[in-house]
């Protein structure tokens, strides 16, 4: 899943929705949040038409200046939980159930009230204990760092933000892609560039999405560039959850069948009685490809007796998950880590030294000459697996 983040500066430039269009068919967001509309809402839905997305909200714009606007599509699964002029607070959920909470921000652009947007950053941080992530538009800075050009930044302001963000426990997602995301006078004297748009997050979402990358796009209709919060799901969560459907699926098809042959049961016409005994191999084989699966999920020998026992291949595949849960990684220190490049430099050190440790480069490997592939054997290697093999296989 990702959400897409732009200060577009106004949605009636053709130029812009052009691009964003663009920018929509390269990135394909989940979520799209668009700040500095200057639209009403009945344009926003026939935005919402045109980019194909299921569903939106929009915050009318004041005269010629703010207007936000939020689109989602059905597998995002969110609804909207509070809105102002200056944000729109979304939760989503995972089976029914809240999981997580994301804040569209826009702050105020006048310097003489910043402190509101302050006030509002450290307000929906008490609103709930969900975990949550807030990413948008600011129209602030944190350090000297994130200017370039032009005047300093008064830092009265920066520590303003900064204490509004700590008060919050918010943590900010490093930038890939750029460093900056808005600048003006391109190539001119009065060329500025400054980091506006940001994302942070608690320590519960990070938790939530420890795998989550910031990058920072660009558009050509703007001033601001577009940020693109990909949430980077794991495989093995992507595969769980695929598991877990997929068995779940099994479960309502021998629920359904099972229906079917009770329908038949008090047939006594040859019709029926014939028809019973199909649907009632229909269940027996439903049930035996229950008992595969989780078979194969366990990585068991079958029982030799044939006691198709499907409670105890579960057992021992939940068991074996388990086992090779992997909550964290450590350094040589001992040292939990968290950081995704970091991670990434642990899991290379150890597989290094694992494929290297005790080989040497001018080792070769004494296989004895006798022991060959013979072209009938390797004509039966290289053959298409027939039925046969495949049914015998899976007894």
């Keep these: 899943m ?3 983040s732009w200060n577009c500066q106004g949605l009636g430039n053709l130029k812009r929705v052009r691009v964003l269009c663009d920018l929509i068919k390269s990135h394909k967001p989940d979520v799209l949040f668009l700040s500095e509309t200057i639209s009403k809402a009945d344009s926003i839905e026939q935005l919402r038409i045109k980019f194909g997305f299921s569903q939106c909200f929009a915050i009318n714009c004041i005269g010629r200046s703010g207007g936000l606007g939020i689109f989602w599509r059905n597998n995002a699964a969110c609804e909207i939980n509070g809105y102002s002029q200056n944000h729109v607070d979304i939760l989503f959920k995972h089976n029914n159930t809240v999981s997580w909470r994301l804040t569209c921000f826009y702050g105020f652009p006048e310097r003489s009230r910043r402190q509101n947007s302050w006030n509002l950053i450290c307000n929906l941080a008490n609103l709930s204990d969900l975990p949550w992530c807030i990413v948008g538009d600011f129209n602030d800075l944190l350090y000297d760092s994130d200017k370039w050009g032009g005047v300093p930044h008064p830092r009265s302001l920066m520590e303003g933000f900064r204490n509004a963000i700590d008060d919050s426990l918010l943590a900010e997602l490093d930038l890939y892609g750029g460093k900056f995301t808005w600048e003006r006078c391109r190539g001119k004297p009065g060329w500025v560039k400054e980091r506006l748009d940001r994302c942070f997050a608690n320590q519960a979402w990070w938790n939530l999405f420890p795998l989550c990358k910031l990058s920072v ?3 050509s209709a703007s001033d601001h560039d577009p940020l693109l919060l990909d949430l980077l799901i794991s495989v093995s969560s992507f595969m769980a959850r695929w598991g877990r459907n997929f068995f779940h699926k099994f479960r309502d098809k021998v629920k359904k069948q ?3 042959v009770a329908s038949f049961s008090d047939r006594t016409d040859m019709p029926g009685v014939e028809q019973y005994f199909i649907e ?8 035996l490809h229950e008992e595969t699966y989780w078979k194969q999920r366990a990585k068991n020998y079958w029982l030799a007796e044939g006691d198709a026992n499907t409670k105890f291949f579960h057992a021992t595949a939940s068991a074996r998950k388990r086992t090779n849960h992997i909550a964290f990684p450590e350094n040589d220190e001992g040292e939990q880590i968290h950081n995704h490049e970091d991670m990434c430099q642990v899991v290379k050190g150890y597989f290094t030294e694992v494929f290297s440790r005790g080989r040497s480069h001018n080792a070769s490997p004494n296989l004895p000459s006798d022991r060959r592939v013979t072209a009938a054997q390797n004509a039966d290697l290289v053959a298409e697996v027939t039925f046969e093999e495949f049914t015998t296989a899976v007894k």
Excluded: D, G, P, T
Excluded at 280 to 287: D, R, S
């Design 2 to 4: 990702n959400v897409l």
């Design 217 to 219: 796009s660009h558009a």
């Design 258 to 260: 099972k229906e079917i």
């Design 280 to 287: 009632k191999e229909k269940l027996n084989v439903l049930l």
